[in-house]
């Protein structure tokens, strides 16, 4: 079974800096896209930054120049570093990833979220 695992949340002052992981372990043949994902109260998920398994990179245009998706193939694992955070960072992060797995099942996981607060 493929599972995806977030960590590094928490609670940082605006102007400050975070860093967010996702480690997918299981039965995993190849990962393609990997992202990071957000949903505040009230609103709904958005998109904040994918890589490809090439390292090109996308990010909402909100978090262009303050955040940084990388990722390590051989750990499987997808980081989201987060500076000059604003309040309305504020959300629950979800990392997402296009796996496949041994049986050659092809399919899009979801971790289970890391909650950042962004508050002084």
């Known amino acids: 079974q493929v599972q995806l695992v977030e960590s590094g949340g928490g609670l940082v002052q605006p102007g400050g800096s975070l860093r967010v992981s996702c480690v997918a372990s299981?039965?995993?043949?190849?990962?393609?896209?990997m992202g990071w994902y957000r949903q505040a109260p009230g609103k709904q998920r958005e998109l904040v930054a994918q890589?490809?398994?090439?390292?090109?990179?996308t990010y909402v245009d909100s978090v262009k120049g303050r955040f940084t998706i990388s990722r390590d193939n051989a750990k499987k694992r997808v980081y989201l570093q987060m500076n000059s955070l604003k309040p309305e960072d504020t959300a629950v992060y979800y990392c997402?990833?296009?796996?496949?797995?041994?049986?050659?099942?092809?399919?899009?996981?979801w971790g289970q979220g890391t909650q950042v607060t962004v508050s002084s």
């Open positions: 299981g039965r995993i043949s190849s990962i393609y896209d």
């Open positions: 890589i490809t398994s090439g390292n090109t990179t």
């Open positions: 997402n990833a296009d796996i496949v797995d041994f049986s050659g099942y092809r399919g899009y996981y």
